[in-house]
C-alpha cells in the first residue's frame, strides 16, 4: 500500500531551528510538496521538490531523496506564526496525491 | 481576486438530510478537488474535476456527488447525511495538470451530522 509517514508532534521554541522529517513508500514518485495549516484554516503551499536536493525559500527549506524516499522541511528562526500543521503530499506514478497526517509544530517562548 | 470560496462555513445537519455544499473560483483553473479531512487524518480526496463537464471519483466518493456545469462552480451534494460524514470538507482548486501543480485550497465547510 502507499503510505507516508511524518511525526504527529514536535515541539521547538521561538528563534530556533526545527526539522520536520516525511518519508513515503508510494507507487511512483512525481513530486513531493509541503504545505502549512494553521488551526481551523485552509491548507498553504510552502514548497514542491521533484529532484533531489535542497530547496530554499526564505526561512524555510525543503529537501528530498528519492532514492530514500525521505523529505524534510527546515524551519529557521522559528516564530510563534509558525505554531502550525505542516502536512506532506507526494504525487504517485498516477499522479494521485497522497497526503501525510500531518505534524503539528507547538513553538514556545 | 477571491481565490476559492466555500459556503456554507458551518453545518449542522440530521441523518437523512441532504445539502450541497458550494465552492467557486475565480482564478480560471481547469482542475477542481473536493477533500475531506478528518481529524489526525490526512485529506481524501472526494471527487475530482479536469474541466467542465468532466469530474472523476477520488479515494473516498461514497455518499456524495459532484457536478461541474462551469469552470468556477463545483458544488458537492450529500444525499442522505450519515455521522460518519461528520468532517471538514475542503475545495481547491489548480492550473495545471495531474497533481504537479500547486492547489489553492478554500477555507473549508466545517459538517457535523447528528
Known amino acids: 500500500g502507499q503510505n507516508i509517514d511524518q511525526p504527529t508532534e514536535m515541539t521547538a521554541t521561538e528563534g530556533a531551528i526545527v526539522q520536520i522529517n516525511c518519508t513515503y513508500q508510494?507507487?511512483?514518485?512525481?513530486?513531493l510538496f509541503w504545505y502549512q495549516q494553521h488551526a481551523g484554516e485552509a491548507p498553504t503551499f510552502l514548497s514542491y521538490?521533484?529532484l533531489d536536493g535542497l530547496e530554499e525559500k526564505g526561512r524555510f527549506s525543503s529537501f528530498l531523496s528519492r532514492s530514500k524516499g525521505y523529505s524534510y522541511l527546515l524551519l529557521k528562526e522559528l516564530q510563534m506564526k509558525d505554531s502550525a500543521s505542516y502536512l506532506c503530499?507526494?504525487?504517485?506514478?498516477?499522479?494521485?496525491?497522497?497526503w501525510g497526517a500531518g505534524t503539528k509544530l507547538i513553538i514556545k517562548p | 481576486n477571491a481565490g476559492v470560496t466555500q459556503t456554507p462555513k458551518f453545518r449542522i445537519l440530521k441523518i437523512g438530510q441532504s445539502m450541497t455544499l458550494q465552492c467557486t473560483q475565480d482564478?480560471?483553473?481547469?482542475?477542481m478537488y473536493w477533500y475531506r479531512q478528518d481529524p489526525g487524518m490526512g485529506l481524501k480526496l472526494i471527487y475530482y474535476?479536469?474541466?467542465?463537464?468532466?469530474?472523476d471519483k477520488g479515494e473516498v466518493p461514497n455518499g456524495y456527488n459532484v457536478s461541474r456545469s462551469t469552470t468556477e462552480d463545483f458544488p458537492l451534494r450529500l444525499e442522505l447525511a450519515a455521522p460518519s460524514q461528520t468532517s471538514v470538507y475542503f475545495c481547491?482548486?489548480?492550473?495545471?495538470?495531474?497533481?504537479?501543480?500547486?492547489?489553492?485550497f478554500g477555507p473549508g465547510t466545517r459538517l457535523t451530522v447528528l
Open positions: 521538490n521533484v
Open positions: 508510494t507507487s511512483g514518485f512525481n513530486g
Open positions: 503530499a507526494v504525487t504517485d506514478s498516477n499522479y494521485q496525491l497522497i
Open positions: 481547491a482548486s489548480s492550473y495545471s495538470v495531474a497533481n504537479t501543480d500547486t492547489q489553492y
Open positions: 482564478m480560471n483553473h481547469n482542475y
Open positions: 474535476s479536469v474541466g467542465a463537464g468532466i469530474t
